[in-house]
Each structure stands twice: as C-alpha cells, then as structure tokens.
C-alpha cells in the first residue's frame, strides 16, 4: 500500500511541478481560441472548462487504462514506475502540447500537424495511418462495453445485442453537434468515472487486501520479458497516440489557453490514476500475478472488471464501479469515430455542416467496424496497443520540431526524451514479437534500439544542427 499511495502522490506532483514547467515553455496566451473565433455549431463550440475536461477525460479514457493496466499488473509491480514516469514524462506532455498546439492552428487534427512540422509524406502516412488506428479503436471499444453489459443484463441481452446497440449511439454521436449528445451526457459518466477511482482504492483497504510493495523483478508468470512488452500493453495507462487524435476535439471547445494544463494535462494525469487503480487492483484481488493472469486467460479482461468491482464493493457498488468502465470505452469509441470522420472530411475538402455529407462517411466507418468486431479481441487489441504507441512517437517527434521552431533554449528536450524511448520500444516490439517479425531479443533489442538512436541523430542534424548554425550567424 505505501508503494500505490507515493505513486499516486508523484502523479499530483507532476501535474504541479512538471505540468508548469511544460505550460511555462509553450507560453499560453489570451487570444481567442478557435471556439469563439470559428463557432460552427457542430465541432467548434465554446464550453465551461469543467465540461471540457471531463469529456476529455472521457475522450481519451477508453479501456486502454484499465485493460491494459491489469494486463501489465502481470509484470509485477514495476508497471507502477511505468505508469507513474509515462504519464508524468510523456502522456501528459503529448497531450498538452498536442492539445495547445491545435489551439494555435485553429482547431487542425494531429494529420495537419504532423504534415506542417514533418512534412507532406509524412502527413499523407499519418493520415491513413490515424484512420486505421481510430478504426481499431472504435472496433475495441465497442466489444469490450458489449461485453460487460451483457453480464449486467438477462441472458437474452447477449453481446451482439450491445454491439448493435452501442454502433446504433455511435452514428448519432459521431453525426450530431458536439454539445448535442457527447457535451450532455459525459459530465454523468465522468461523475460515475470519478466515482469508480476513489471507490476502488477504498474497497482495496477496508476490505484486507494487500496491495504489493514496489519490486524490480519481472513477475511475469510466463517469463514475458518487460522490455518491450509491458511498455506497449499498458498502452494509454501511460501515453497513447489515440489522445493525439482526439485532444483537438476539445482544442475547439476549449475558451482559453490558459486552461490548457488543467484540461490536457490535467486528464492525462487522471488517466495515470485510473490505470495505478486497477493495477493495483488486479494483483490485490487475485493476491498473485499468476493468479491475475489466470483470471484474464480464464474470463477475459471484461469478466475480470466484473469480478474485481463486485468482489471489492459488493453488488450495488460495484455496478457503478462497471458503469463507469463501461462508460470509459463508450466515450471513446464515438469520438473515435468522430474523429476518424473529421480526419477524412479534411483529407478530401468535404463540408460537414450538412449532415447528409457526415452520412457519407460516418456509415461506411462504422460499418467497417462492426465487421472488425467479429476478429478475436486479443488479436485486436495487440495491434492496437502498438500502433497507438508508434502513433504516439511520431506526435512526440512532431512536438520537438515544434519547439525547436517556435521556443528558445532547450525546451525541445521535453518531447525528445520521450520520444527517442518510445521509438525503442515500438521498434524493438514489432521486431520480436509473435505479431510481428519475431525475432530472437538477441537480433531484435539491438536493432530496435539502434534505430531510435539513428532517428535521434536525424532530428539532431535535421532540426538541432540547422538552428545552431542561424543562430550564430546572428
């Protein structure tokens, strides 16, 4: 318990140590924000703060931290560090700098972003690359709640019952104005979210169990290396690519720069805490990796989240603790959709005021989903996990260019750490994992690892080299 209760604690503090120094080098300003100065009614629409934050929250809060979270807990509890530094270090960081910078470009998605910093290759890559990515997330966030909805309700109620269901909501979210449906009911779900954090922790210690102090050791049951597994399968519990997508929905609600760290930081770093949660959750419960483990080989990540709410708040308790995850998913999966289709819309210059035009590409979207939801959910869910987080180095590099243009001094070191690590990891991942090459570590590790070393000297000679010489012939 003293391990979970000092990580929570460096999480507030890095929302108000590093979260400063972050706001303190982009530098907000009072200038209008896209919402006021290009108010359409459908994307851009000015909110309060409290309403933008939770349906960022609830935006960028799918099962990511919570599948994702019991599935590293597997690893022992080292998955603390990662989830405590990544969120601090690198999620929070994509997502203000994200967030802020759309803000800047009027409201752009992360595609224009990375087309104007990293160039038009780059951009076209992004693009189709982002829509395959917001697909897969939407696909995942619609088996997961069907799921657990379906042993909340009568047998009849199965779970291609709650996919329709939830694709049916999917088309009215993604087509209606933002503030319409999404910007009405995530304030109720985020309260049920909010609700489900502090509830857990508190079941956890009333009712005797114990959750492990911090250990280095690799707990893996099957001897699954940490290097690179357990950075890719937390997924957003840390840093995810998919919140780059959808932090410029909010950067066009949002009506000032300066509650940019509140918001984007700000949920990043509640995220962090929803993913220590049930980490720390899963092992005490199960009282053992192996055990943990099991359970998820035995009834899956969505009967595992059952298991665990009921067990630690009784019936009544844990029913809320499963709407509030249900919530999670649902929140995300429409605005992943939503996304998927403002992405596209700007690809291919389409007007999305009349509605019939968001038809157009709403239907075929969410068709292609429903298709994907027939695939195994593991298969989809390791895909999943490594694209988001090559998605993620990308937006990180995209951010170090930015700061390298745009600030003074060393700021650009905030996203090039970052950004250098989780190259490493996503091309060490695809190297040796099963889904990919499978390579033997011996031939993968150094590989990988080179490789973001290599992508770290261009950047340097690229961006770094280029701004020195201007500057001293100045």
């Given at each position: 318990m003293f391990?979970?209760?000092?990580?929570?604690?460096?999480?507030?503090?890095?929302?108000?140590?590093?979260?400063?120094?972050?706001?303190h080098?982009?530098?907000?300003?009072?200038?209008p924000?896209?919402?006021i100065s290009?108010?359409?009614?459908?994307?851009?629409?000015?909110?309060s703060?409290?309403?933008v934050?939770?349906?960022?929250?609830?935006?960028?809060?799918g099962?990511?931290?919570i599948f994702?979270?019991?599935?590293?807990?597997?690893?022992?509890?080292?998955v603390?560090l990662?989830i405590?530094?990544?969120?601090?270090?690198?999620?929070?960081?994509?997502?203000?700098?994200?967030?802020?910078?759309s803000?800047?470009?009027?409201?752009?998605?992360?595609?224009?972003?990375?087309?104007?910093?990293?160039?038009?290759?780059?951009?076209?890559?992004m693009?189709l690359f982002?829509?395959i990515?917001l697909?897969?997330?939407?696909t995942?966030?619609?088996?997961?709640?069907?799921?657990?909805?379906?042993l909340?309700?009568?047998?009849s109620?199965?779970v291609?019952?709650w996919?329709?269901?939830?694709?049916?909501?999917?088309?009215?979210?993604?087509?209606?104005?933002i503030?319409?449906?999404?910007?009405?009911?995530?304030?109720?779900f985020?309260?049920i979210?909010?609700?489900?954090?502090?509830?857990?922790?508190?079941?956890?210690?009333?009712?005797?169990?114990?959750?492990?102090?911090?250990?280095?050791?690799n707990?893996?049951p099957?001897?699954?290396?940490?290097?690179p597994f357990?950075f890719?399968?937390?997924?957003?519990?840390a840093?995810?690519?998919?919140h780059a997508?959808?932090t410029p929905?909010?950067?066009r609600?949002?009506?000032n720069?300066k509650s940019?760290?509140?918001i984007?930081?700000?949920a990043?770093?509640?995220e962090?805490?929803?993913?220590?949660?049930w980490?720390?959750?899963g092992?005490?419960?199960?009282?053992?990796t192996?055990?943990?483990?099991?359970?998820?080989?035995?009834?899956?990540?969505?009967?595992v989240?059952y298991?665990?709410?009921?067990?630690?708040?009784?019936?009544a308790?844990?029913?809320?603790?499963?709407?509030?995850?249900v919530?999670?998913?649902?929140?995300s999966?429409d605005?992943?959709?939503?996304?998927?289709?403002?992405?596209?819309?700007?690809?291919?210059?389409?007007?999305?005021?009349?509605?019939?035009?968001r038809?157009?590409?709403?239907?075929?979207?969410?068709?292609?989903?429903?298709?994907?939801?027939q695939?195994?959910?593991?298969?989809?869910?390791r895909?999943?996990?490594?694209s988001?987080?090559?998605?993620?180095?990308?937006?990180?590099?995209?951010?170090?260019v930015?700061?390298?243009?745009?600030?003074?001094?060393?700021?650009?070191?905030?996203?090039?750490i970052?950004?250098?690590?989780?190259?490493a990891?996503?091309?060490?991942?695809?190297?040796v994992?099963?889904?990919?090459?499978?390579?033997s570590?011996?031939?993968?590790?150094p590989?990988?690892?080179?490789?973001?070393?290599?992508t770290?000297?261009?950047?340097?000679?690229?961006?770094?080299?280029?701004?020195?010489?201007?500057?001293?012939?100045?």
């Amino acid at each position: 318990m003293f391990t979970f209760i000092v990580c929570i604690i460096c999480l507030i503090l890095g929302y108000v140590i590093y979260g400063k120094v972050v706001e303190h080098f982009f530098n907000p300003s009072n200038k209008p924000t896209p919402a006021i100065s290009c108010q359409d009614g459908v994307d851009y629409v000015p909110m309060s703060n409290w309403k933008v934050f939770l349906i960022q929250l609830l935006n960028i809060a799918g099962t990511g931290p919570i599948f994702g979270a019991l599935m590293g807990a597997v690893f022992g509890p080292v998955v603390f560090l990662w989830i405590v530094a990544g969120s601090i270090f690198a999620g929070a960081v994509h997502d203000y700098m994200t967030g802020m910078i759309s803000i800047r470009k009027n409201g752009a998605t992360i595609t224009e972003i990375v087309g104007e910093y990293l160039g038009i290759e780059m951009k076209q890559v992004m693009r189709l690359f982002t829509i395959i990515l917001l697909v897969l997330v939407g696909t995942v966030f619609v088996t997961s709640p069907a799921t657990l909805l379906a042993l909340l309700t009568p047998e009849s109620l199965n779970v291609t019952f709650w996919i329709c269901v939830i694709l049916i909501y999917y088309v009215l979210a993604t087509l209606l104005p933002i503030d319409k449906i999404i910007g009405r009911i995530y304030p109720v779900f985020g309260i049920i979210l909010l609700f489900m954090v502090v509830a857990i922790p508190i079941g956890i210690f009333y009712g005797g169990y114990t959750i492990p102090e911090l250990t280095l050791e690799n707990l893996h049951p099957e001897h699954l290396s940490i290097w690179p597994f357990m950075f890719i399968t937390v997924a957003c519990g840390a840093i995810s690519g998919f919140h780059a997508t959808q932090t410029p929905l909010m950067s066009r609600c949002i009506t000032n720069e300066k509650s940019g760290r509140k918001i984007f930081y700000g949920a990043m770093i509640t995220e962090g805490l929803i993913a220590l949660v049930w980490a720390a959750a899963g092992v005490a419960f199960y009282n053992s990796t192996g055990g943990l483990l099991n359970a998820l080989n035995t009834l899956g990540q969505s009967g595992v989240v059952y298991e665990i709410s009921v067990g630690i708040l009784g019936l009544a308790g844990g029913i809320l603790a499963i709407i509030g995850v249900v919530a999670c998913p649902i929140t995300s999966g429409d605005t992943a959709f939503r996304s998927a289709r403002i992405t596209l819309a700007e690809w291919f210059n389409i007007d999305q005021k009349p509605i019939t035009k968001r038809l157009l590409l709403t239907i075929p979207l969410l068709v292609f989903g429903a298709l994907l939801t027939q695939i195994d959910f593991n298969i989809i869910w390791r895909y999943f996990a490594w694209s988001n987080q090559v998605l993620a180095s990308i937006v990180l590099w995209t951010i170090a260019v930015y700061l390298i243009k745009h600030v003074k001094g060393f700021a650009y070191i905030i996203a090039v750490i970052p950004a250098t690590f989780l190259t490493a990891v996503t091309s060490t991942y695809i190297l040796v994992a099963s889904e990919g090459l499978y390579l033997s570590a011996s031939i993968g590790y150094p590989i990988g690892i080179i490789f973001a070393i290599a992508t770290l000297c261009l950047f340097i000679y690229k961006c770094i080299i280029p701004k020195s010489k201007t500057s001293t012939s100045k």
